[in-house]
């Protein structure tokens, strides 16, 4: 039976809920976001994970030039990469 949406809420800002990634953590695009000259594959690090309203990212991408752009990505929208 899948918890109810309030409950749900109510378990994730108590910290009993475990969000799917944490900050710092190296993640890589899943797909394109051309608006944001974003391509999948591209690789950027967790600055911070939001519980409030909903689980969120803020991503830090690092582009060639050592330019740095953060957006707010979905957990769907990213993969964690695996250490080796």
Request: with cysteine.
């Amino acid at each position: 039976m899948e918890p109810d949406s309030s409950r749900l809420t109510t378990l994730m800002a108590k910290g009993v809920v475990n969000m799917k990634f944490s900050e710092q953590d190296v993640v890589r695009v899943k797909k394109d976001i051309p608006e944001e000259c974003i391509k999948k594959g591209d690789i950027g690090s967790i600055v911070v994970a939001f519980r409030k309203p909903d689980e969120t990212y803020e991503v830090e991408f690092v582009d060639k030039d050592n330019y740095s752009k953060q957006l707010v990505l979905l957990p769907d929208e990213i993969e964690k990469v695996e250490e080796t």
